[in-house]
């Protein structure tokens, strides 16, 4: 059972590439979300999924795409990165009927040059 | 929307208890959660308020008062690998999926 994965681990983008984070769950959790983490800040949601093939903006969902093809895994995109991206980005998941908790994967650390 | 102020540091010797607030504003509540997070480690559970009063895990305590819209982490027997940062975090309401918001978290140093 290893919960949340995160892939890749780090990487570097240079100012208008673009890549796909991939997030995936072995727990039959049916929410996933995608948060980013400034040094220093908290978490903010960039978009968040209640289901396979559901998505749903969150707080700062600018710049970036998601799609919830199958339960387990949870993409996100970047279309055309920026430096104001750089940041580290966390996927969770939470199960249905449970309290507030969600559990994270590893994190990817990205940076935009 | 929502929001939840928390102070930004606390730093505290070896077992000693800490005490972390939240203070919150939401359109409608579900409950306070808390989570941990260690330098460069992901965020992890720790607690969940749902109703009034103070829930006990081990050397961490979490309180909330609804009327208040007020809640604290309460951390005792302070240890080296208790430094970490913590978030509260609230619900929405509005919201399908229990969407979190979080506080910007306090940075805890525990100093020998």
């Known amino acids: 059972n290893a919960g949340v994965t995160q892939t890749p681990k780090f990487r570097v983008l240079k100012t208008g590439q673009s890549m796909t984070l991939l997030c995936a769950q072995d727990?039959?959790?049916?929410?996933m979300y995608w948060y980013r983490q400034d040094p220093g800040m908290g978490l903010r949601l960039i978009h968040y999924?209640?289901?396979?093939?559901?998505?749903a903006k969150g707080e700062v969902p600018d710049g970036y795409n998601v799609s919830r093809l199958k339960k387990q895994n949870f993409l996100l995109g970047l279309e055309s990165a920026a430096p104001s991206q750089t940041s580290v980005y966390f996927c969770?998941?939470?199960?249905?009927?449970?309290?507030?908790?969600?559990?994270f994967g590893p994190g990817t650390r990205l940076t935009v040059l | 929307g929502q929001s939840l102020e928390q102070p930004s540091e606390v730093t505290a010797v070896e077992g000693a208890i800490v005490q972390i607030n939240c203070t919150y504003q939401?359109?409608?509540?579900?409950?306070l959660s808390w989570y941990q997070q260690h330098d460069g480690g992901a965020p992890t559970f720790l607690s969940y308020?749902?109703?009034?009063g103070l829930e006990e895990t081990g050397r961490f305590s979490s309180f909330l008062s609804r009327s208040d819209s007020y809640g604290y982490l309460l951390l005792q027997e302070l240890q080296m690998k208790d430094s970490a940062s913590y978030f509260c975090?609230?619900?929405?309401?509005?919201?399908?999926?229990?969407?979190?918001?979080f506080g910007g978290g306090t940075r805890v140093l525990v100093k020998p």
């Open positions: 969770a998941s939470r199960g249905v009927g449970s309290t507030d908790t969600q559990y």
């Open positions: 727990m039959n959790h049916e929410y």
């Open positions: 999924s209640v289901g396979e093939g559901t998505t």
């Open positions: 939401t359109s409608g509540f579900y409950g």
């Open positions: 308020n749902g109703l009034d």
């Open positions: 975090a609230v619900p929405d309401p509005k919201a399908a999926g229990n969407k979190l918001t």
